[in-house]
């Protein structure tokens, strides 16, 4: 469970970025946050493993702070959190095997990852998940020669191995034609049914929202302006 409590953002050239946010996720949500540029999506999204640090109030995880975490406390809070985002973040000539796999150094302790040695398990999660996404016959492909679906798909499959119960979606469907914008929702919605996984999602397009999400929650110039289930969601706003 997720829970911001009077949360604000205030950047440090006086841009509000969040105003007063309350609200609270659900293990098993899939919620989509929508908003025009500049609404505060990418921040309030950011600040739940705090890429970006809040400036007032206090958000947190399962009953710990976020906010008041030690280095030590936010790695573990971070290990158990998936990101994906608009560019794929992939390493472009790598193999997916190899990109998948890297999301494994996210499952362990910064002393295994140090030493980046990998398991049977490993492999073995790599490909589960490689087929969760359809991508099992890419495995040894080059990752720049996948097509931009197909990439976003690769870094959904790199979250997954990290076997967090949560994923922020950054905008993972801003770069995508209409039709794997569709597909990539599919999977997303796949992975939030069967795993149980939290989804956060960012996403411009209100029509996807309404189709993947169960709850919308609208953002307007750092405020929440909307916050119910996405079928009551008119188009008045
Ligand atoms: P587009 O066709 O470019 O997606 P829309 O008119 O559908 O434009 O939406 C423009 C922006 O306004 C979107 O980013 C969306 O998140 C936001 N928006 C649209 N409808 C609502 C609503 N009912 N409540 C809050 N925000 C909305
Ligand atoms: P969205 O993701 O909805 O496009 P953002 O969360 O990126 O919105 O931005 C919210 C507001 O904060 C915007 O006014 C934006 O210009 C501002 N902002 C974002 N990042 C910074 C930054 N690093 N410094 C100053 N202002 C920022």
């Known amino acids: 469970m997720i829970v911001f409590n009077n949360v604000s953002k205030v950047y440090p050239n006086g841009t509000k970025g969040l105003q007063n946010i309350n ?7 899939f919620v989509a ?53 608009q560019t794929f973040n992939l390493v472009k000539r790598s193999t997916v095997q190899k ?28 490909k589960q998940a490689l087929a969760s996404v359809g991508l099992l016959d890419k495995l040894r492909s080059r990752s720049d020669e996948l097509s931009g679906g197909q990439q976003q798909r ?6 997954l191995v990290q076997q967090a119960d949560t994923i922020l979606a950054d905008e993972p469907v801003a770069s995508l034609d209409p039709i794997t ?26 029509q996807l929202a309404r189709e993947f999400a169960d709850r919308i929650i609208a953002l307007k110039k750092g405020e929440v302006v909307f916050d119910d289930s996405s079928v009551n969601l008119t188009d008045e706003r």
């Open 23 to 29: 609200l609270t996720i659900n293990d098993g949500e």
């Open 33 to 85: 946050i929508i908003g025009l540029s500049g609404a505060g999506k990418s921040t309030l999204l950011r600040s739940i493993n705090r890429l970006i640090p809040i400036t007032e109030g206090d958000i947190s995880i399962d009953g710990t702070s976020v906010t008041k975490a030690s280095k030590k406390e936010l790695r573990t809070i971070r290990r158990n959190i998936g990101l994906i985002s």
């Open 99 to 126: 990109n998948v796999l890297s999301g494994r150094l996210g499952y362990y302790s910064t002393f295994r990852s140090i030493f980046g040695l990998f398991t049977k398990e490993d492999y073995d999660k790599t």
């Open 154 to 159: 690769v870094s959904i499959a790199r979250a």
């Open 181 to 206: 914008s569709q597909k990539v929702m599919q999977d997303l919605k796949k992975i939030n049914k069967t795993m149980n996984k939290t989804i956060v999602v960012n996403i411009h397009s209100v």
